[in-house]
C-alpha cells in the first residue's frame, strides 16, 4: 500500500467519460488452421482507467499542487476510491500513467470562483477491481445478496 492518499477533500472522477479497462493476460498465437492457441501468461493485469475530474479553482489548485509536489510530478503511487462493478472501491498504489490534459475552463461556468475546471487523466490500478476466486465459489451470494439484505432488514425479528 502507498504511503500516500488521494487528498480528502477532493471530488472524486466525473461519472461521464469515466471507465476502466483491464490488461488482457491470455498470449493468442494463431495456428496454420485458422484458430489459436490460448496460454495464460499471469494472473489479472493492471487496469487503466479513464477519469475527468472537475473542480472549482480551489480544488483545482490543491489537485496539481497534489500532482507535482505530494506525487513528485506524478511518478509516486498513491491511494484513492474509485468505482468499479464492486462499488466505490479503495484502490491501492494507483499511479498517473501521463501528464493530465487540463485544467480547462468549462463555457458554460460562470467566472471567478464558480469557473469550473476540468482535468482528463489516465490512470493505472496495479491490482484489478475484481471479485476474488474465493467469491466466485458461491456466486449466488453476490447475484441475490439485495435479495438477503431486504429479507433481512424486512423480516428479521426486532429485539
Known amino acids: 500500500m502507498a504511503d500516500i492518499n488521494y487528498p480528502e477533500?477532493?471530488?472524486?472522477?466525473f461519472r461521464q467519460g469515466y471507465g476502466l479497462q483491464h490488461t488482457d493476460n491470455v498470449l493468442r498465437t494463431p495456428l496454420g488452421n485458422g484458430r489459436p492457441r490460448k496460454e495464460i501468461l499471469h494472473g489479472p493485469g493492471p487496469t487503466t482507467a479513464s477519469v475527468r475530474f472537475r473542480m472549482r479553482p480551489r480544488f483545482a489548485q490543491v489537485f496539481e499542487g497534489f500532482y507535482w509536489h505530494t506525487l513528485n510530478s506524478g511518478v509516486l503511487p498513491f491511494n484513492m476510491?474509485?468505482?468499479?462493478?464492486?462499488?466505490?472501491?479503495?484502490?491501492?498504489?494507483v499511479e498517473f500513467l501521463e501528464l493530465y490534459d487540463g485544467p480547462t475552463p468549462l463555457p458554460e461556468s460562470r467566472g471567478g470562483e464558480g469557473r469550473i475546471w476540468e482535468f482528463s487523466v489516465e490512470l493505472l490500478i496495479p491490482k484489478p477491481p475484481i471479485v476474488t476466486a474465493e467469491d466466485m465459489q458461491y456466486p449466488e451470494e453476490i447475484l441475490y445478496s439485495d435479495l438477503f439484505d431486504y429479507t433481512m432488514n424486512k423480516h428479521w425479528p426486532k429485539p
Open 81 to 93: 476510491r474509485l468505482l468499479s462493478p464492486l462499488g466505490v472501491q479503495w484502490c491501492e498504489n
Open 9 to 13: 477533500g477532493l471530488p472524486r472522477p
